[in-house]
């Protein structure tokens, strides 16, 4: 079965510290593949994506991630932490459902950033 | 603005009611998505629709239903027999089914 696996669900940084969240993903077919954060008590919002081309994936808020296909890996990473960057953090990929596709989850990494 | 909304934020209900959780998008999405999430389990999917007047289970839907009578809209029923209904619940829209996914605020359910 496809499966996302975020190691450590729980990381803990200082403020200006580089922040890195683990994602690995088993998928049979090139993915698709998705970061999210989300704040408490509110929705997720996308911070980036992969779909084709360059592996290298930047997005918001400063955050970025290396599509690494032979490590089927899909890392976060910040180079310096701010402290509004506590919150919960989601890897995701897209997977065939029949004749549809949805998105596998991670169980999430929640951020905590000491000042 | 365009942007998924549902209502309300906090609901509450007694044990043994039906209640629907509201979920409008004004995007112009084909794909609408419900999911639940609880502490330390992430988000599992209840159902999703693909286009108007059809819909799928997903991983989780016994004691839930739905319907999508409209492109935008996509309301989600909790019924009595949905064991432990208590949860926040989380539903998305996205432009086409493998891209990403777009976030309503949520709707925090406590059922007594």
């Known amino acids: 079965a496809q499966s996302v696996t975020q190691l450590g669900s729980h990381v803990s940084v200082s403020e200006g510290a580089l922040v890195l969240l683990r994602c690995n993903y088993s998928s049979s077919v090139p993915p698709y593949l998705f970061w999210y954060v989300q704040y408490p008590n509110q929705g997720l919002q996308l911070l980036l994506k992969?779909?084709?081309?360059a592996t290298l994936v930047k997005g918001i808020n400063g955050f970025e991630a290396e599509f690494k296909k032979s490590e089927t890996s899909f890392h976060l990473t910040k180079p310096s932490a701010h402290m509004s960057d506590a919150a919960e953090y989601f890897c995701?990929?897209?997977?065939?459902?029949?004749?549809?596709?949805?998105?596998?989850w991670g169980l999430g990494t929640s951020l905590a950033v000491n000042p | 603005d365009g942007g998924i909304t549902q209502s309300p934020k906090y609901l509450f209900r007694k044990e043994g009611q039906n209640v629907t959780l509201s979920c409008e998008q004004n995007?112009?999405?084909?794909?609408m998505y419900w999911y639940r999430q609880d502490p330390g389990q992430g988000l599992r999917l209840i159902y999703y629709?693909?286009?108007?007047?059809?819909?799928q289970k997903g991983d989780i839907a016994e004691g839930y239903s739905v319907s999508r009578e409209k492109k935008e809209s996509f309301p989600l029923t909790v019924t009595s027999a949905q064991k432990n209904p208590t949860a926040f619940y989380l539903c998305?829209?996205?432009?086409?089914?493998?891209?990403?996914?777009?976030f309503g605020p949520g709707t925090r359910l406590t059922v007594t």
């Open positions: 995701a990929v897209s997977v065939n459902a029949g004749n549809n596709r949805k998105l596998i």
């Open positions: 992969y779909t084709t081309g």
């Open positions: 629709s693909q286009i108007v007047n059809d819909f």
């Open positions: 995007l112009n999405h084909d794909a």
């Open positions: 998305a829209s996205s432009p086409h089914p493998a891209g990403e996914q777009y």
